[in-house]
């Protein structure tokens, strides 16, 4: 026995395709949204992740520049104790350089001169005197290029005649003269420099 259908197969079999593709169609619209929020939500997590690395390392800054701010803060209190150290170092070596510049003095002045004044302007000592003889100045000038320890650089200023006397029978002729020096460097360099030659003496 034959049986035939008579029902529109067509018609509903085109039914059954769309509802198919919508049903596949509402299908990936679901697993799109479902795949967006997913990312959605990685990428809120990487955001906050990161903010949290920004707030993090804006803290690590701002100590940072805290800590900068003091060690710029104690280098300017070092070199300030630096410079109070060399001041106070200086003046402890210059504190007994009058008393080698006089002793100095002392040992090249020849027989038959003596100094009226001795004044100092920062490393240049003015020596003003007087002589019995021109050649007792010329003495006093080898004896200081030679022989100092302190000093250096002599320059005679100028000689002239002066008579010096208690009463006319006694008046003596001498010489009036002025001569400028230069110590060697500060007191504490003048001290290594006197210690180096009185070594160097000790060994000829």
Known sequence: MILINLLPYREERRKQRKQAFFAGLML???VGAVIVVLIYGLLQTLIGNQQ???VYLESEI???DTQIKDIATLREEID???KRQD???RLQGERNLPVHLLNELAKLAPEGVYFTSVRQADKVVTLTGMAQTQERISELLRNTSRDAVWLLNPQLGEIKLANVSTNARD???LFDFSMKVTIKGTGNEAEEAAKADAAGKKKV
């Open 28 to 30: 990936a619209a679901l």
């Open 52 to 54: 949290q690395r920004n």
């Open 62 to 64: 701002a100590r940072l």
């Open 80 to 82: 300030s104790l630096k």
């Open 87 to 89: 001041a106070v170092e």
């Open 171 to 173: 008046a003596k002729r």
